[in-house]
């Protein structure tokens, strides 16, 4: 199975799957309040918690050190925490 393959299976199983999605696991264009990032992170990390794969979509998002975004239920600064805690053992 090749690694794309992997990509695409826990893709198609991922409770966030959507273009609908996209505004509540991205930030928007325009500036984005405190409040309203807070909120917005709040909404997409309820969904995460409900879904089946969300340790593959965490993994993936720490493998290729995605700079943006909710992903496995962390946001971008939650990862670069685990990221520096690897790089330290």
Not at 18 to 35: I, L
Not at 49 to 59: E, F, K, M, P
Not at 63 to 81: D, F, M, V
Request: hydrophobic share 30%.
């Amino acid at each position: 199975m090749s690694a794309q393959r992997y990509e695409e299976d826990w893709q198609i199983k991922a409770a966030c799957r959507g273009p609908q999605n996209a505004v509540v696991f991205f930030p928007p264009q325009r500036f984005e309040r405190k409040h309203e990032k807070i909120e917005r992170e709040s909404r997409a990390k309820s969904i995460c918690r409900s879904c089946a794969v969300r340790r593959d979509c965490l993994d993936y998002a720490l493998t290729i050190r995605e700079p943006h975004g909710i992903w496995g239920g962390l946001n971008e600064n939650e990862r670069r925490q685990i990221l520096a805690q690897r790089e330290a053992s």
